[in-house]
């Protein structure tokens, strides 16, 4: 019998006798704030220390460091080999601990969040799970694909799809510390638009793909959801079994995750300089630009807040403010790795219209851009 996003929300917050009674309220909330714990504690280290540091340094110098892409020039090195290991060992020493993170936090909330109350957070098929999961996605600051294992979990949990839709675009495009980088670096009117259009992308375009892809049928791909309780709500879980439940779902994560996580963050960094070519990003101007820049900014992967220095240095080498802001918008918001790692909880027409809705919402802005903050200078 195939049931609604609604109905399996319903079911679950419904009373049961293997719920709170059976297992016990303690352990439940035990479970819950180990989880709370686990993410403040990561967060706190990971990055909203240095996140506060770094606020700083682009206050006093209007820069956050050289170009992921290129480093100081604005033209990205042959591709190739050396360029894929550059760019991956670049990447890679920028987001390392942000990954583990995801990955412990993609395997707790699994295990350790009974389900009966997170889906009273994101578990209606409405746009209430929506805008939670959107305002919960403030907190996290994390790059698209350090966000993409925490969906995981969320869908595999049984998440409301916008809610995850919403907190999967927020995480990277609503950051509030690199909004603050954009407007010390770039400008407070980059920084507008960023928040404008940043909004249509977690609020309504998640909210969208949610209404109009959200039907069961289509909603259940190949993803392994749960069974019925979160590990830490089963009666006849010991402690020992639930941690053996996280060690199983981390290393479910690690192995489906990891190795085409790598290898296609090694393929974009070997062939960036086809991505990136002098003659595109440098006094790249006018729709057509935009609408490349857009796709590509799409597509590639970089780290939380590597967009603003890659801007930086595209816009002094003579990049104009279109093009710009559609690489401002894009670049962060989704990436062909994100896309693989979320590809088994979410239906592909789904990631077709989220990937979609990137592209164009990159173009308006673009467009935006061109006719207000160029003609405004």
Known sequence: MNLTENTLAETALSDSPLGERSVGLNRLIFGTLLFVAIAVIGLLAVKWAPYWHKAHVAAATHSIGSSIISGKSAVSPVAGVGAAWGYAFAYFKSV??????????GACVQVFVPRKWLLKLIGYNDYRSTAVGGAISLAGMMCTCCTAPIVVGLRRQRANMGGALAFFLGNPVLNPATILFIGFVLGWRFAALRIAFGLVLVFVVAWLANRYFSDSSVDSPNVNFVASLAPIEEPGRTPLRVATAWFKELWVEIYTILPGYIAIV???????????????TLHAAGFGAIALLSAIGTLFVIPTAGEVPIVQTLMHAGMSTGPATALLMTLPAISLPSLFIVRNVFPKRVLGFVTAGVFVVGIVAGLVAMFTIHHLA
């Open 266 to 280: 090694l393929i974009l960094g070997a062939v960036r300089a086809w991505l990136f070519p002098p003659g595109l």
């Open 96 to 105: 390392w601990q942000a990954v583990v993170l995801a990955l412990l936090l």
